[in-house]
């Protein structure tokens, strides 16, 4: 079974400096895609960032650049240059690449943006 | 402007009625999903469905119900079994079973009381 984990609950940032929000995986799949989904107070998810299990190189968004170190398991999102607009909770999912599909999410970390 | 809709945002109920929310795509995606999130939480699956006609239980699939007659059209039934249904419903599509991303919906927030 699929498993995310994100350990900071809340992270305060400055605005204009850069944040690294935490997430560990565990799948015994050796094919599979990880996500990260920002979620403003309106609730909608915003797809932000995707890495492929066999991606060479991590991914990278404009601002959003995912740090994937596959040995370890982790999928950490960095936000370089904070804006108040960021302020939201983020979501470190993953797909299965077999079966349904769908994603598998970890409980959230709330980003807040200090002036 | 393709997307996805999700009516209405909020929907308050009597504890012991069914109620459905919809979610309609015109995005002319294969699969969508229905996916419940409580507060502080992240999201779980109810039911997805790859294909017209066919859909499957997720992780969290008592007390609810769905059907796909229609490739844009995705209905969930919260049922009265369902025991605690309060809860945030956020219905996603995705293009092909084959392609990574998957788009949501504004989501519709259900109070039952």
Not at chain 1, 3 to 24: N, S
Not at chain 1, 34 to 42: D, G, V
Request: net charge positive; with cysteine; hydrophobic share 30%.
């Amino acid at each position: 079974a699929q498993k995310i984990t994100q350990t900071q609950p809340g992270m305060f940032v400055q605005e204009k400096e850069a944040v690294t929000l935490d997430c560990t995986y565990d799948t015994s799949d050796p094919s599979y895609g990880l996500f990260w989904y920002k979620q403003p107070s309106s609730g909608e998810m915003i797809f932000l960032i995707y890495q492929g299990s066999y991606d060479q190189q991590n991914a990278t968004e404009g601002r959003y650049s995912l740090n994937f170190q596959k040995a370890r398991k982790s999928a950490n999102l960095v936000i370089s240059a904070s804006q108040l607009g960021d302020s939201a909770m983020y979501f470190c999912a993953m797909r299965e690449n077999t079966g349904r599909r769908a994603l598998t999410f970890g409980s959230g970390t709330r980003l807040q943006v200090q002036p | 402007d393709g997307g996805i809709t999700q009516s209405p945002k909020y929907l308050f109920r009597k504890e012991g009625q069914n109620v459905t929310l919809s979610c309609e795509q015109n995005l002319n995606h294969d699969a969508m999903y229905w996916y419940r999130q409580d507060p502080g939480q992240g999201l779980r699956l109810i039911y997805y469905s790859q294909i017209v006609n066919d859909f499957q239980k997720g992780d969290i699939a008592e007390g609810y119900s769905v059907s796909r007659e229609k490739k844009e059209s995705f209905p969930l039934t919260v049922t009265s079994a369902q025991k605690n249904p309060t809860a945030f419903y956020l219905c996603a599509s995705r293009w092909k079973v084959s392609s990574y991303e998957q788009y949501f919906g504004p989501g519709t927030r259900l109070t039952v009381t």
